[in-house]
């Protein structure tokens, strides 16, 4: 860096302070989105292949419903797999509503980028 001189120092200095705010925008956490399942599961699996160009917008977390510890997300959801929540609030089941989760992503991406 000791060879920039007048302008291009501040224009390093400008360039470096920009890498780093966008580093720590980066850093934001991304929303859950939970996937509660079964094995198998064949409309889950269709529906994690609907999502996967969205995978970078959100952290998928599966929940076998089957598992003794997940015994009330059994009870509650038994017949309606594959349920989504989103950040722990439903969002939709049986299968994926494109729109509803764009919607949905848009509006946590704009709080997001609002602090």
């Not at 302008?7 to 934001?28: D, E, M, P, V, W």
């Not at 996937?35 to 160009?53: Q, S, Y």
């Not at 009870?75 to 049986?94: A, C, S, T």
Request: charged fraction near 25%.
């Amino acid at each position: 860096m000791l060879w920039f001189q007048g302008n291009r120092i501040q224009l390093a200095k400008y360039s470096f302070g920009f890498l780093l705010r966008n580093l720590s925008a980066s850093k934001t956490t991304l929303p859950v989105l939970t996937l509660f399942t079964k094995d198998p599961c064949p409309l889950c699996d269709e529906a994690k292949e609907v999502l996967k160009p969205y995978n970078n917008r959100f952290i998928l977390q599966e929940v076998d419903i089957t598992l003794p510890e997940n015994s009330a997300w059994y009870e509650r959801y038994k017949f309606d797999i594959p349920v989504f929540h989103l950040n722990g609030q439903f969002l939709m089941m049986h299968r994926v509503n494109i729109l509803k989760l764009e919607k949905q992503l848009l509006k946590l991406e704009q709080q997001g980028a609002r602090g």
